[in-house]
């Protein structure tokens, strides 16, 4: 990693990729989050996932963006044919409805040259609502090794926040297309694989919450989270690699825990809102999927009531 003091000293280059298929109202705003930066990003690509609506080409012209097009696919296949056509050494992500802090790029390159082996950078963020005001609470990013987030310890950092290194995505395959809506998470699974992550443990995201983007349901995120922890163990085993063999079997039993919680409160959910076969479905997938995990989780929320009361 070269130093980041000093004009006359050449700092490492970081393509910005803003995968979409809308373009949306926020496009502009999120761009000049990019502007703003104090250390500006040597290439900003918009790469268009099959937009039905005329016209996002133009727009890529008038904020600046170099533009590339390609038939509707998907956000995992989005960012990797981003990453493609780029040729910087590190690369982020940007939703067409998210901001970013100003300084978020020169404290997470200045927290890189302190920490050269590291492959990747994450940051705390915060919520917002449509018109950009704080909502919730914001999450962190505090200092962890790469087997304390992928034993599920410390919580995983979010793709939002992440700067990583270029050659680093493409060696792992980068998003798995297969693994949506937890591409994401996955992604960050086979990174930390391969190595550390350094944390700079400050809001420097700005997570948009809109009706657009708001998912109600997401069994379609438990299974593709199961299917790729399966899929990480396979892989392990066949190489028979007992250290992340035992890494992933933890993760695994904290996933199910979680995943059962998150179930249990999306059928509650569906059932007060009536929506009959999405509750259907979901109580079926815990009873047969994960029934022990399920009851505890059953148990669980019992004694919180409880307490509550």
């Not at 998907?74 to 493609?84: E, K």
Request: positive net charge; proline residues 5%.
């Amino acid at each position: 990693m070269r130093r980041l003091w000093g004009d006359r000293v050449e700092r490492p280059t970081v393509s910005v990729i803003i995968p979409t298929n809308r373009g949306g109202p926020y496009l502009a705003e999120a761009v000049a989050s990019l502007r703003a930066q104090t250390l500006e990003a040597s290439d900003i690509l918009l790469v268009d996932d099959g937009s039905p609506a005329p016209g996002l080409e133009e727009v890529a012209r008038e904020l600046g963006l170099r533009y590339h097009r390609q038939q509707a696919s998907g956000i995992a296949a989005a960012r990797n044919a981003g990453v493609r056509q780029v040729d910087s050494e590190w690369v982020a992500f940007l939703d067409d409805d998210d901001l970013w802090h100003p300084d978020r790029l020169r404290a997470q390159l200045s927290a890189l040259a302190s920490t050269p082996d590291a492959i990747a950078c994450f940051t705390g963020g915060e919520y917002i609502d449509a018109d950009g005001r704080p909502i919730g609470e914001p999450w962190g990013a505090p200092a962890a090794s790469n087997t304390d987030m992928l034993s599920g310890r410390v919580a995983s950092p979010r793709i939002t926040t992440l700067l990583v290194r270029r050659e680093m995505y493409l060696a792992v395959g980068g998003c798995r297309t297969r693994m949506e809506p937890t591409e994401d998470n996955d992604l960050i699974a086979r990174l930390l694989l391969r190595g550390e992550f350094v944390g700079v443990d400050r809001p420097l995201v700005a997570y948009r919450r809109h009706t657009s983007n708001v998912t109600r349901r997401s069994l379609a995120g438990r299974r593709a989270g199961m299917r790729s922890i399966r899929d990480l163990l396979r892989t392990a085993k066949r190489d028979g690699d007992s250290e992340r063999i035992a890494l992933l079997r933890v993760r695994r039993r904290t996933s199910v825990s979680i995943s059962a919680d998150q179930n249990l409160g999306d059928l509650i959910s569906a059932v007060r809102d009536r929506e009959v076969g999405y509750a259907a479905r979901v109580a079926a997938w815990g009873i047969f999927t994960l029934p022990i995990a399920s009851l505890h989780a059953v148990s669980r929320r019992r004694q919180a009531h409880r307490e509550v009361t």
